[in-house]
């Protein structure tokens, strides 16, 4: 029996083991937990170069898993943009985009604000946003992701099919209809997005996180992981979600769910039924009852999603599907059925968000 390189004695263990939920030490070689039982039995694993450490009755529990999250993206979030989150009236958030204004150039950020506890109970306007500044683009994203507002820059770099897929004149624009404004942001370089990346990773870290579900939001998310893979910078493990879209072409490179090693791998494509209840974009069966005239997004077609779903499990792939909305998640529901009905062996997830 090797010595053990790390021996944690005297704590409160939470161990997930029906068997044994709790242990108070435990025993790590090359990073692995080998024995987990009472301080008795871990001594045996010590030698002279073990690292002891008297855990002094603390708690020591599995680290957390993060099933839904967009991790780089939240790590450029960190590095680019106002945080507008907790922001309780319009001048508030104004007043954080002027300050992330004056010491960057080009595109002014914002994300997280939530209108339904900003003190004016509505989204902040285009109007306002002019007040930052009317040459430069702004573009602040909703709490959910699924809306945004633009000023009057950022709305006059858009073609005229664009402009009319929102409301220009509020300034609001939700969905797929955002992706307009972000095409035209520059992209990162790669070392800002490792060190995006790795900014996120830290957050993650401090918190417990030690593993991840992350979905893949650009083509080159990836690459930077497997970058940050290959220099041993890793410090938690990561699992990319691809988008649907990318499902053929992975396929075609051999690549389905669980490819990968334990650091890195790809997990299920990921499809989007609806948007969210806060941008009044998830489908409901019935119309919203402070807005009648509608019932939300409904971004496939109920049978080409069944389509899509069946494609995804032929190739290998399981499926995460974000699905708010109560027709969303039926229409959702139904497109698993009918891709299980053609491989009953398989597996397909649907990880319906409770964004609000």
Known sequence: MRDAD????????????????????????????????????????????????????????????????????????????????GSSSIGEVLDRLSQIGAHTEGWIQGHGF???????????????LDRVSRTRPIIISRICGHATVANSAAIAVLTDAERVAGDADSGLYTEADCNAFYRRIPAPSEDELEQAALAACDVAVRTGITSVHTLLDTADQMATWSRLNRKGKLPIRITGLPPYDAVAALHAHGVSSGFGGDWLRFGAAKLFSDGSLGAQTALLAEPYADKRETRGLRIYDPEDLKRKCADAQAKGFQIAIHAIGDQAVRETIDAIEFALAGNRTSSIAIASSMRR
Request: hydrophobic share 40%; charged share 25%.
């Open 6 to 85: 790390l021996v944690l004695t005297n704590g409160n263990l939470i161990t997930l083991d029906p068997a044994r939920p709790r242990a108070t030490a435990m025993a790590i070689v090359s990073n692995r937990i080998v024995h987990v039982g009472d301080d008795a039995a871990i001594v045996k694993w010590a030698g002279p170069q073990t690292q002891r450490i008297d855990l002094r009755a603390r708690t020591v529990t599995p680290g957390f898993i993060d099933s839904h999250i967009h991790l780089l993206w939240y790590g450029i979030q960190l590095q680019r943009q106002a945080d507008l989150v």
């Open 114 to 128: 939530d209108q339904d506890k900003l003190k004016e109970r509505r989204f902040p306007s285009r109007e306002e």
